[in-house]
């Protein structure tokens, strides 16, 4: 959907004295199926990941422990979200340039995504991207 914007969203959050729990079902708090799931840990310091945008693929990323920030850029300008606590996320429609960075020590970062693993999905140059994100909006009149 590529009308669609960068959103941070919360996760119920269960406080109790033994320990907090927070959780997302399929489809209900976070706008997508779930196709995939995976997970991005023993970054080195000062390391980047994820950089590069999905044709089709949407993303919600949680910083499940530590903390790091995923900077988004639609072309034009960049949003800096830092992630910092496990009981929300950031939701990241597709045709959104990205990268994570500033990774913690022994951080963990959790991604689920609307489609299963394809190499195709992935734009990994930056001027393609715009021109894909360009035409895209073209074909639907925005
Ligand atoms: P990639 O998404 O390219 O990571 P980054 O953008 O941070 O470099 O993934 C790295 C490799 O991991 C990629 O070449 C293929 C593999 N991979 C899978 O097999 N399944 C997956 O779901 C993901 C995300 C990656």
Known sequence: MINDEPRIIE???ILDDRGNLSFFEN???IPFDI???YWIYDVPGGEIRGEHAFKTSTE???ALS???DVILSDGENEMKF???RSYYGIYVPNLYWRRIENYSTNSLSLIVSSIPYDEQDYI???NSFKRIRNETKA???L
């Open 82 to 84: 830092s992630l910092n």
């Open 60 to 62: 919600f990323i949680i």
């Open 35 to 37: 196709k995939r799931t």
């Open 66 to 68: 530590g903390s790091f």
């Open 11 to 13: 996760l119920p959050k």
């Open 139 to 141: 074909k639907y009149g």
């Open 124 to 126: 990994r140059d930056f």
């Open 27 to 29: 489809s209900k708090q």
